[in-house]
């Protein structure tokens, strides 16, 4: 199997990992960001699924 991009895959993979994480982190340790939720969740939440829609686009095999 031939992805597309396997650089943007990485990429989208990796800042989908460091969102989650932040996420676990902002919602289970508070340090550094308001107790509850907030906007930072939030964001945090809305760039998961969006970095792995990415990561789904440039992981398609590569016509050829």
């Not at 990992?17 to 939030?42: D, N, Q, Y």
Request: proline share 8%; aromatic share 12%.
């Amino acid at each position: 199997m031939d992805p597309r991009h396997p650089n943007i895959t990485f990429a989208a993979n990796t800042g989908a990992l460091l969102a989650f994480i932040g996420l676990l982190f902002s919602a289970f340790l508070p340090i550094g960001t308001p107790k509850g939720w907030a906007l930072v969740e939030t964001i945090l939440v809305i760039l998961v699924p969006l970095f792995l829609a990415i990561s789904w686009w440039a992981r398609r095999e590569h016509s050829i």
